[in-house]
């Protein structure tokens, strides 16, 4: 049978929630590529054929690496997929991925991370880094001045969070408010993330834009 076609968008849909997806303990991302692959090799039935040396190459990595990739995989605790071996040796083993075993359900980053969401993120980032200096709480006896230490991935993690309330319908102006707000009012904690706004999210909105509505004389 033809292999479907590349365009099927339910076949898309899964794709793009496999490249979202939260992957477990065991798994690597090269394991989701391998899923993918095989989604693009299969067959009206479900089945895709292929060798471990043509995906070993197609990765670049040992066939040894994509052996023990399908050992995981098809572990009877996992089911990602399901494998039945070529014939004497020679023809292409034969996969079937279980979609419903997937991670896909696992997702986090439930939409894809926006120009805003990184401008809010690197917006953030600045207050972060404006925090004055501090004793060191390590050595006090020092005397030496420290500054807020910032996650290698914050970019990634502040833009996940900027995301999430854009998704949820605030404006890019409105998590700006906020943002301005929360190191206004609450430096000690905004400095340890922007994750640290949520829970007072809304409130910090409301004094925010009461205090804008106060500054215009009370023009709405």
């Given amino acids: 049978m033809a292999a479907r076609e590349m365009n099927d968008p339910n076949r898309a849909q899964l794709i793009l929630r496999l490249v979202l997806a939260d992957l477990p303990k065991w798994a690597s991302p090269l394991y989701i590529h391998i899923v993918i692959e095989l989604l693009h090799r299969s067959s009206d039935f479900g089945d895709a054929y292929v060798s471990n040396e043509d995906l070993a190459k197609r990765f670049n990595v040992s066939v040894a690496t994509i052996k023990r990739a399908f050992k995981e995989m098809c572990d009877p605790r996992r089911r990602w997929v399901s494998k ?27 939409s894809i991370i926006s120009l805003d969401a990184t401008n809010l993120a690197g917006y953030y980032h600045v207050f972060v880094k404006n925090m004055p200096k501090t ?28 995301q999430k309330f854009l998704d949820e319908g605030y404006t890019y102006a409105q998590i ?9 009012v609450m430096p000690d904690t905004a400095k340890h993330g922007m994750q640290c706004l949520r829970e007072p999210f809304k409130r910090l909105l409301r004094a925010a834009e009461s205090q804008i509505t106060s500054a215009s004389g009370g023009a709405i």
């Fill in 84 to 110: 039945k071996s070529g014939k004497r040796g020679y023809k292409p083993n034969t996969y079937s991925v279980n979609v419903p075993m997937l991670p896909v359900d696992r997702a986090t980053k439930l």
């Fill in 135 to 162: 004793l060191s709480k390590t050595n006090p006896a020092s005397g030496r001045m420290v500054s807020v230490r910032v996650a290698k991935d914050w970019q990634q993690r502040w833009e996940r969070n900027a």
């Fill in 176 to 184: 700006e408010a906020v943002i301005g707000k929360a190191f206004s």
